[in-house]
Every structure is written in structure tokens, then in C-alpha cells.
């Protein structure tokens, strides 16, 4: 089991250009999230998907669309992407929840990018 | 919103016993976990602890809950310079798993 991959691992972008992000799970989760990790403010909530077909917003969705068409498979796409985007990017995944929950977020490695 | 809270920045020796601390607002989370985050990783479940516990205990980490203040703490006995790393707190919030992060604590283990 590869467990959850991310592509690319780094990437550069100018002001105003699109990309998207890959993550990946061969764990058969339900749940799948993309996070941003800023230096001094931990992980922030961008959007989560329960489900194929299904999205939802987190924390700070602005300035991201995300899409869940394969169960294994969830894109984050910067349709013009921002200097204020620049981050790390992390994706994670975790098992429906049952009888409240506590179930364990696997993460993946992270895709940095810097927008110039 | 929900907030959590953490110092940032804890140097501990070799050999001796770290603990950090988390605050949290949201009285609601059911269930409240430990991350670590070594250099350019990302990030490795440690340990967790349900609402309706006060302590865990697993190996070297022993995690304290007081759920009255909204107060975690995480503590790490024999402190190992392998144990540098970033420790994240995180909390439950809002459904569908979704957890809330602190800022994260740079844990740094001298000789």
C-alpha cells in the first residue's frame, strides 16, 4: 500500500497561471481534505470531499475548486493562482466515521508551491 | 471559530521528559489527537485521546486531558534527539472527521 501520494512535489508558478494537484489514496477512504500549511498557523481546512461526487468548503476555499470524480482520486486546481497561495500543500484521508467518530487522518507527503 | 492554541517553540535535554501544551475553545470535540511533523514530512499520527478519557497512556507518550479548562497536554518521557520535530494538537470540529490544528510546536532536543 502507497497509503496517500501527492503530485507534484514542488512546483513554480507566475502570477495568474493555473495548476492542479493530485492526491491520491489506495486505502479506500471515504473522506479525503486538502489542507494548507502556513508557517506559525498549522493546518487550515481548504475543502473535503465525503464522498465520490460530493465537495464541500473548509476553512479558506477562496481562490480554489476542488473535484472527487474517482473515490481514490481528489484534485485541488488554482484556477489564477496568487502570491498569497504560496504554501505547502497537504492532502489527507480517513475512514467514515462511525459511532462519532475518531477515526485516524492519514496524510500525504506535501506539494510545495511558490507563486512568483 | 473554533481556535487551538500551542506554544511554539519548546528546547528540552537530552534524556529528560518534554510536555506540550494545547488550549482549545470548541467543548464539542470528541476526539483530540497528536501529530508530528519531521523535516519536510508530513504529518505521523502519535497518539489520540477520546472526549471521555483524562489520560492515555503508549510507551513513551502519556497525553493528559481536562476537559473542564479544554486543556491537553502531550508528554514524552526520555526525550530522544529523534524527537525533534514539529508536534501538532488537533481537535474534532463541526462533523465528517474534520479537525482543527494548532500552530504547531517546534520540539528541539539538545545534548
Known amino acids: 500500500n502507497a497509503g496517500v501520494t501527492q503530485t507534484p512535489k514542488f512546483r513554480v508558478l507566475k502570477t495568474g497561471q493555473s495548476m492542479t494537484l493530485l492526491c491520491a489514496q489506495d486505502m479506500n477512504h471515504e473522506y479525503m481534505y486538502w489542507y494548507r500549511q502556513d508557517p506559525g498557523m498549522g493546518l487550515r481546512l481548504i475543502h473535503y470531499s465525503v464522498g465520490e461526487g460530493t465537495t464541500a468548503k473548509g476553512e479558506v476555499p477562496d481562490g480554489y475548486n476542488v473535484s472527487r470524480l474517482k473515490k481514490q482520486n481528489f484534485l485541488l486546481g488554482l484556477e489564477s493562482a496568487a502570491p498569497s497561495q504560496t504554501s505547502v500543500y497537504f492532502c489527507?484521508?480517513?475512514?467514515?466515521?462511525?459511532?462519532?467518530?475518531?477515526?485516524?487522518?492519514?496524510f500525504g507527503p506535501g506539494t510545495r508551491l511558490l507563486v512568483l | 471559530g473554533e481556535d487551538v492554541e500551542q506554544s511554539l517553540f519548546l528546547s528540552v535535554r537530552e534524556g529528560d521528559s518534554s510536555v506540550i501544551n494545547c488550549t482549545y475553545t470548541d467543548s464539542s470535540s470528541t476526539y483530540l489527537y497528536w501529530y508530528k511533523q519531521e523535516p519536510g514530512a508530513g504529518l505521523q499520527l502519535l497518539t489520540y485521546i477520546f472526549s471521555n478519557m483524562d489520560m492515555k497512556q503508549d510507551q513513551r507518550l502519556t497525553v493528559l486531558l481536562n476537559k473542564k479548562d479544554k486543556h491537553l497536554s502531550l508528554r514524552i518521557a526520555d526525550t530522544q534527539t529523534g524527537d525533534s520535530a514539529i508536534y501538532f494538537c488537533?481537535?474534532?470540529?463541526?462533523?465528517?472527521?474534520?479537525?482543527?490544528f494548532g500552530a504547531g510546536t517546534r520540539l528541539a532536543v539538545h545534548p
Open positions: 489527507a484521508s480517513t475512514n467514515h466515521a462511525y459511532s462519532g467518530g475518531g477515526e485516524t487522518q492519514y
Open positions: 488537533a481537535v474534532t470540529s463541526g462533523g465528517y472527521n474534520k479537525l482543527i
